[in-house]
């Protein structure tokens, strides 16, 4: 294998070859967590409900873990950019290094919290809190190798090597589906099974990654490198890292909200976001093209090629947005009745899809600018407004509640998407008249 030079060749065609892979990989990813879901929902709102508690713990070690992931992917990109090699191999090291060592960190730490952490939710239900910790520990190593294989798809990415982190992305989903039935079903494991399953994915797609890393490029991990070399990864993906975990950190407490309204809205919350994904994912996978190609012409000064590609992501994405929009506003209660067959769980969740359908245009934009901005080096301007916005959902969560009831929920995490994806766009358009992307602004 060898690096991809994003900086030559036309923008439309260049772009659209680098998304395709991880769009691909993340509709891959999509199939994997509604079949997952469509069997767990087979065991009843309860076992949804379950895994839906215990996902927000996992969801706190991955957006901080995504600090390593992000920096390593614009040092990387730049330095590619540049043909450093030098620079190239320090920042992939230095990744590597402490991409493990928050792996093990946070392995430990999800089986230490877990229980009070469920405790924290107020979960009513004994056995959704007894389900729920289960998946936790079996969970904890996973929590390693998806480490990796996060930290790999992106590096993979800064090289242009879109279609073999597809490839391994691939191996790992189908097996995933293959093990979820055998285990859930045939050895009746139930939540734990699917537990299982995800963790035996994520080593055989850690394993694959490694080996097919050694063509691409080589880890010295025997230099030294500075505190400095470390502080400065930490720092530069700390606000994108930060953004994340508000964002798992308000989803947490919207959760303590929800939990009031019982198992079932819970369960709907659940299916909800993962039918939801069906935007988010493949929109992530523009953004991580965006970021890579802003990356390498960066790296390059090609500030008119940067220009261009982000025009080409955002009409994609829109028109790709406006698709899942009219699918959530006219088919909301049968894409639910496909995951549970409970009547109020199904009803909540056609009312979660309805009202964040009206919004994933705003969605679409802020996730494709978001790509644009940390592609800069700028990382801390996206962080910033879903900081602000994301926290907002809280209030407004609560006051909507005395109206509107659990829909008040919801109706607040649309109305944060409308706000960010619109002083996304706005400060975006504002910085290049300001000349953030001529050369004398480097």
Not at 67 to 94: F, M, P
Not at 209 to 236: C, E, H, N, P, W
Not at 341 to 365: C, K, P, S, W
Request: contains cysteine; hydrophobic residues 55%; aromatic residues 12%.
């Amino acid at each position: 294998m060898k690096k991809i030079d994003l900086t030559q060749g036309k923008v439309f065609s260049v772009l659209v070859a680098l998304a395709l892979p991880i769009m691909a990989s993340s509709v891959l990813q999509l199939t994997y967590n509604l079949v997952d879901m469509l069997l767990v929902g087979r065991l009843g709102s309860d076992a949804v409900a379950s895994i839906g508690t215990s996902s927000f713990l996992i969801g706190v070690a991955n957006a901080i873990q995504a600090c390593i992931v992000i920096s390593t992917g614009i040092l990387v990109s730049h330095a590619i950019g540049r043909k450093d090699e030098e620079e190239q191999s320090k920042y992939l090291s230095t990744g590597f290094r402490l991409n493990l060592l928050f792996g093990l960190f946070f392995a430990l730490f999800v089986i230490w919290i877990g229980k009070p952490f469920i405790s924290f939710l107020n979960v009513q239900n004994e056995w959704v809190k007894l389900q729920g910790y289960a998946y936790l520990v079996v969970s904890s190593p996973m929590l390693i190798f998806s480490f990796f294989n996060f930290w790999y798809t992106r590096v993979f990415n800064s090289f242009g090597q879109n279609k073999m982190a597809l490839k391994i992305s691939a191996i790992g989903v189908v097996l995933n589906i293959m093990l979820d039935p055998l285990f859930i079903y045939t050895f009746k494991l139930g939540v734990l099974g699917a537990g299982l399953a995800t963790l035996i994915a994520n080593v055989v797609m850690t394993l694959c990654f490694y080996i097919k890393s050694k063509q691409l490029f080589q880890l010295d991990l025997t230099a030294k490198y500075g505190v400095s070399t470390y502080l400065k990864m930490i720092r530069l993906g700390l606000p994108m890292s930060s953004q994340r975990l508000l964002f798992t950190l308000v989803s947490i407490f919207l959760a303590k909200m929800i939990t009031s309204f019982g198992t079932e809205a819970i369960a709907a919350q659940k299916i909800g976001l993962q039918i939801e994904s069906i935007t988010y994912m493949v929109i992530g996978g523009l953004n991580g093209a965006i970021a890579s190609f802003v990356g390498q012409n960066y790296g390059a000064k090609n500030f008119n090629r940067i220009k261009e590609g982000v025009r080409v992501a955002i009409i994609i994405g829109l028109l790709y947005a406006l698709l899942t929009t009219v699918l959530f506003l006219v088919f909301p209660k049968s894409l639910a009745r496909y995951f549970v067959t409970d009547r109020q769980t199904i009803e909540i969740t056609a009312n979660y899809l309805q009202i964040v359908g009206l919004t994933q245009v705003f969605m679409a934009i802020e996730i494709i600018f978001n790509g644009a901005f940390v592609g800069l080096g700028m990382p801390k301007i996206p962080a910033t407004i879903s900081i602000v916005f994301t926290a907002a959902r809280i209030p407004m969560a609560w006051l909507f509640t005395q109206w509107m009831g659990v829909n008040g929920i919801w109706l607040s995490i649309s109305v944060s998407m409308v706000l960010k994806g619109i002083l996304a766009a706005y400060v975006y358009y504002k910085k290049g008249k300001e000349g953030i992307m001529d050369v004398a602004a480097i």
